[in-house]
């Protein structure tokens, strides 16, 4: 059975919507405000989100926003104001998968949901090659995301794709030619210290310490690795 949370802080519609989700055979959870939204968000369990913008406490845009940071990509459906075509906006921008204007019609609502569904079980699940974690460092390849300690680091197209390879390829060291000729491509003229100008850009955006590496790691005289103990 499908679990659905509903995070909206007016009662009445609340109520009716808990109703109208039940009674199609759905399990419901509940929350009247964004804090305690927030937290059933997170839960495993949940499998979609219907998530009111304006609440008290925390926003909507705030609770998608923090989930997606966080890693969580259970499928939010937004409700919006009528008319309000930046709320829409920015609901998808923060990661929302759709959204619906008030007033709406439950079977409108409903049928979104389905589709929804109708995508998820249609879509194959992340394996654990699609996200790498180790050290606080979050790699989610799919969505070309890099996370230290939660927070999202910008990485340029190079700094990324050697980030990528050596964690494909973690359980040996990689020599500077390798990284050039499959992050580079050997079309492309740059030297070996090319490397190193990228590893040390990187280490200084995902290491604690960059002058005490723990995640990319030098072998002297051959290459590098990703450490992932």
Not at 129 to 153: A, P, R, T
Request: aromatic fraction near 6%; hydrophobic fraction near 40%.
């Amino acid at each position: 059975m499908k679990k659905i949370l509903i995070i909206e802080d007016e009662e009445l519609i609340r109520m009716a919507l808990e109703d109208d989700f039940r009674l199609e055979g759905y399990e419901v959870d509940i929350a009247g405000d964004g804090i305690k939204g927030y937290e059933k968000a997170k839960e495993p369990d949940i499998d979609l989100i219907i998530l009111d913008i304006m609440l008290p406490e925390m926003n909507g845009f705030d609770i998608c926003r923090n989930l997606r940071m966080n890693g969580i990509k259970t499928p939010v459906i937004m409700l919006t104001a009528k008319g309000q075509e930046i709320d829409r906006v920015l609901g998808l921008e923060m990661g929302a998968d759709d959204y619906v204007t008030k007033p709406f019609s439950p079977r409108e609502l409903q049928a979104r949901v389905r589709a929804i569904f109708r995508r998820m079980d249609s879509t194959p699940k992340d394996s654990e090659e699609d996200i790498f974690s180790s050290k606080g460092l979050k790699v989610d390849f799919l969505q070309y995301e890099c996370y230290k300690n939660e927070l999202l680091i910008k990485l340029t197209k190079y700094e990324f794709g050697l980030l990528k390879y050596l964690i494909k390829n973690r359980k040996r060291v990689i020599d500077r030619d390798e990284l050039l000729d499959k992050v580079w491509g050997d079309d492309v003229i740059v030297t070996p210290r090319t490397i190193d100008t990228h590893i040390a850009n990187l280490r200084k955006k995902i290491e604690d310490d960059p002058s005490d590496p723990k995640l990319i790691l030098n072998v002297r005289g051959v290459g590098y690795k990703i450490s992932s103990g």
